[in-house]
C-alpha cells in the first residue's frame, strides 16, 4: 500500500525560509517522478516543482523559481521543497504527489497536505 505524508509547514515571516519534507512509502522510490503543489484558500491547487526520474530533472513554476528548491534521498524515500524568500502569496497547504514509473497507465498518490502560512 502506497502512503504519501509531508511535513514541516508552519507559520514564517516575510522572507523568511521553510523546509517541507515528504516520505513515501510503497513505492520504488528511485523509479517514482515526485511533486509538489499547493492550494491557497479559495484557489485551485497548482502546481509548484517535479523531480523527475529516471534522469534526475528538476522543474519548477515561475512563481517559485529561484527561490524554492527541490531535492530528494532516495536512500530515505524522503524528498525536499526548500522555500526562501518566501512571501505571503506562498500561504497555502503544499501537497506532495508520488507518481511510479510504469509501463501501464501512471497512477498518483497523494499526502495529506501540509500548511505553510506567510505571515508577520
Known amino acids: 500500500q502506497v502512503q504519501v505524508v509531508e511535513s514541516g509547514g508552519g507559520l514564517v515571516q516575510p522572507g523568511g525560509s521553510l523546509r517541507l519534507s515528504c516520505v513515501a512509502s510503497g513505492v520504488t522510490f528511485s523509479m517514482t517522478t515526485m511533486s509538489w503543489y499547493r492550494q491557497a484558500p479559495g484557489k485551485e491547487r497548482e502546481w509548484v516543482a517535479t523531480?523527475?526520474?529516471?534522469?534526475?530533472?528538476?522543474n519548477y513554476a515561475d512563481s517559485v523559481k529561484g527561490r524554492f528548491t527541490i531535492s530528494r534521498d532516495n536512500a530515505k524515500n524522503t524528498m525536499y521543497l526548500q522555500m526562501n524568500s518566501l512571501k505571503s502569496e506562498d500561504t497555502a497547504v503544499y501537497y506532495c504527489k508520488a507518481r511510479p514509473v510504469t509501463l501501464r497507465r501512471p497512477s498518483d498518490y497523494w499526502g495529506q497536505g501540509t500548511q505553510v502560512t506567510v505571515s508577520s
Open positions: 523531480s523527475i526520474t529516471p534522469g534526475g530533472m528538476t
